[in-house]
């Protein structure tokens, strides 16, 4: 199966052709887990954009409800409101813009404003249009594993073996987004760490990430700052780390993710990240055969 080395219009330069992508978060909402309120004002996000631009992102990924567990769901146009002056501009500055909606409706208008990739990270079940919207757009998608809305997802935090049952719910969504007109190679897939999975799910499939590569799609990563690192920070606790307190934990699952093979990682920490897929790719430039 042919694989996206980049989304749709992505620069690309020679040295850097190989390496794992890096995506750079924008949220401009007022309750994201990590950061809620500093970007909410659209100067401050597109002067956060343009920065994780320079920091060495190769897109970035634009917010505007937050998916944090037990958000509720912002209204569409307060949803619009938020990020399509984000969008068009970092866009017209030059930047390769990734949207992050699970709304047909405001994916539409975001690559309208000039985003080249669409990150549901409902994997097209939140709304029945986005799947059609994608196949007629003819833009670049990531898929994420998701079981419900952030006020239920947690409920459903059960799996038999979760490598297998989330390889076979993103084959599931990949058949889907298919038969509705999506090119094979304009997907991409995400395992949804955190999302419906408790702190040992998301470990088990960060172990196991090449078992979801054998889909024969991208996979992009998202741990970034999120809870189940903390085991890794200070004592453990999940509950007493900031999220900012797990950048290091998450420059180094990064690192590893861009190791095992991923196509992207979306992260915070940008400069970190992007370290680290060099590191991940001059390593494996030295590496033998096969």
Same mark, same amino acid.
């Given at each position: 199966?042919?694989?996206?080395?980049?989304?749709?219009?992505?620069?690309?330069?020679?040295?850097?052709?190989?390496?794992?992508?890096?995506?750079?978060?924008?949220?401009?909402?007022?309750?994201?887990?990590?950061?809620?309120?500093?970007?909410?004002?659209?100067?401050?996000?597109?002067?956060?954009?343009?920065?994780?631009?320079?920091?060495?992102?190769?897109?970035?990924?634009?917010?505007?409800?937050?998916?944090?567990?037990?958000?509720?769901?912002?209204?569409?146009?307060?949803?619009?409101?938020?990020?399509?002056?984000?969008?068009? /501009?970092?866009?017209?500055?030059?930047?390769?813009?990734?949207? =992050?909606?699970?709304?047909?409706?405001?994916?539409?208008?975001?690559?309208?404003?000039?985003?080249?990739?669409?990150?549901?990270?409902?994997?097209?079940?939140? =709304?029945?249009?986005?799947?059609?919207?994608?196949?007629?757009?003819?833009?670049?998608?990531?898929?994420?594993?998701?079981? /419900?809305?952030?006020?239920?997802?947690?409920?459903?935090?059960?799996?038999?073996?979760?490598?297998?049952?989330?390889?076979?719910?993103?084959?599931?969504?990949?058949?889907?987004?298919?038969?509705?007109?999506?090119?094979? =190679?304009?997907?991409?897939?995400?395992?949804?760490?955190?999302?419906?999975?408790?702190?040992?799910?998301?470990?088990?499939?960060?172990?196991?990430?090449?078992?979801?590569?054998?889909?024969?799609?991208?996979?992009?990563?998202?741990?970034?700052?999120?809870?189940?690192?903390?085991?890794?920070?200070?004592?453990?606790?999940?509950?007493?780390?900031?999220?900012?307190?797990? =950048?290091?934990?998450?420059?180094?699952?990064?690192?590893?993710?861009?190791?095992?093979?991923?196509?992207?990682?979306?992260?915070?920490?940008?400069?970190?990240?992007? /370290?680290?897929?060099?590191?991940?790719?001059?390593?494996?430039?030295?590496?033998?055969?096969?």
């Amino acid at each position: 199966m042919t694989t996206l080395q980049h989304p749709p219009h992505a620069r690309s330069s020679a040295p850097e052709a190989a390496r794992c992508r890096v995506m750079g978060i924008v949220n401009v909402t007022p309750d994201s887990f990590s950061d809620g309120g500093r970007y909410v004002d659209p100067t401050a996000a597109i002067e956060h954009g343009l920065a994780l631009v320079r920091q060495g992102a190769d897109l970035v990924d634009v917010g505007g409800e937050s998916t944090r567990p037990g958000a509720e769901r912002v209204a569409e146009e307060d949803e619009l409101r938020r990020v399509l002056p984000v969008v068009r /501009a970092l866009s017209s500055a030059g930047a390769q813009v990734s949207i =992050d909606t699970m709304r047909a409706s405001v994916a539409a208008a975001a690559v309208d404003a000039g985003a080249t990739l669409v990150n549901d990270v409902s994997g097209g079940l939140a =709304d029945p249009e986005m799947l059609p919207f994608l196949a007629e757009a003819g833009v670049g998608c990531v898929l994420m594993h998701w079981r /419900a809305h952030s006020k239920l997802m947690q409920e459903r935090a059960t799996y038999r073996s979760v490598a297998e049952d989330v390889r076979t719910e993103l084959a599931r969504r990949c058949d889907a987004a298919m038969a509705a007109g999506v090119s094979a =190679d304009r997907i991409i897939l995400d395992p949804g760490l955190g999302f419906a999975k408790a702190p040992e799910h998301s470990w088990s499939l960060l172990a196991r990430l090449p078992r979801l590569m054998s889909l024969g799609f991208p996979l992009l990563v998202g741990a970034s700052r999120k809870r189940f690192l903390a085991e890794c920070v200070g004592g453990g606790d999940l509950d007493a780390a900031h999220p900012t307190d797990r =950048d290091a934990v998450s420059a180094a699952v990064a690192t590893v993710a861009a190791l095992t093979g991923a196509w992207g990682v979306r992260v915070h920490d940008v400069p970190a990240a992007v /370290a680290g897929a060099r590191v991940a790719a001059r390593l494996a430039a030295e590496w033998p055969e096969r």
